[in-house]
Antibody, heavy 120, light 107 residues
Framework: EVQLVESGGGLVQPGGSLRLSCAAS????????MDWVRQAPGKGLEWVGRIRKKANGYSTEYAASVKGRFSISRDDSKNSLDLQMNSLKIEDTAVYYC???????????WGQGTLVTVSS | DIQMTQSPSTLSASVGDTVTITCRASQSFNNRLAWYQQKPGNVPKLLIY???SLESGVPSRFSGSGSGTEFTLTISSLQPDDFATYYCQQYDSYSLTFGGGTKVEMK
């Protein structure tokens, strides 16, 4: 069974940093692209960014709203995915989900999410 | 970026109704369009991918169609379990985007 478990969420002040992690199991992690998606309280889904697999050079893409502040990395040996968030803004407050995807594929598995609250 | 606009934002319907949700894109793309269902407090669930392909385990009352810039999700004979929020998503470009969501509520 595919499992994705996020961790690392919490309360952080504006301008601060936070690192989220996603632990994957039940599938060959290294074969898949991985994405981060967020959902602000009471709002819709917003794609945050993607990291491709080794065969694609572990290349990354980011939404314009987070580009230059957020960074995605992965460790295939540990089946883990990270999201480093710097210069956090109040509008980054959201539940952050990791999701499994593929080249030109939808998000077929999602984690339960971890809440990030940016507030002074 | 390809902008995705869903309509309506809210839809009131009764059990047994057929409902249709529309997703319009700001530019044409190659049918890499998915639909997700999300219930309050739950994780989004993939229903349809590549415009009209049903994800395994999803009831056949869900169907998707469209091309170019206009795509639709149809739920035939709405069931109590179908009251939820639905999102479209294009995954054709390097920058993926979701529609704003359509809440299907009980009339």
């Amino acid at each position: 069974e595919v499992q994705l478990v996020e961790s690392g969420g919490g309360l952080v002040q504006p301008g601060g940093s936070l690192r989220l992690s996603c632990a994957a199991s039940g599938f060959t992690f290294s074969d898949h692209y991985m994405d981060w998606v967020r959902q602000a309280p009471g709002k819709g889904l917003e794609w945050v960014g993607r990291i491709r697999k080794k065969a694609n050079g572990y290349s990354t893409e980011y939404a314009a709203s987070v580009k230059g502040r957020f960074s995605i990395s992965r460790d295939d040996s540990k089946n883990s995915l990270d999201l480093q968030m710097n210069s956090l803004k109040i509008e980054d407050t959201a539940v952050y989900y990791c999701a499994r995807s593929d080249s030109y594929g939808p998000f077929d598995s999602w984690g339960q999410g971890t809440l990030v609250t940016v507030s002074s | 970026d390809i902008q995705m606009t869903q309509s309506p934002s809210t839809l009131s319907a009764s059990v047994g109704d057929t409902v249709t949700i529309t997703c319009r894109a700001s530019q044409s793309f190659n049918n890499r369009l998915a639909w997700y269902q999300q219930k309050p407090g739950n994780v989004p669930k993939l229903l349809i991918y590549r415009t009209g392909s049903l994800e395994s385990g999803v009831p056949s009352r869900f169907s998707g169609s469209g091309s170019g810039t206009e795509f639709t999700l149809t739920i035939s004979s709405l069931q109590p379990d179908d009251f939820a929020t639905y999102y479209c998503q294009q995954y054709d470009s390097y920058s993926l985007t979701f529609g704003g969501g359509t809440k299907v509520e009980m009339k």
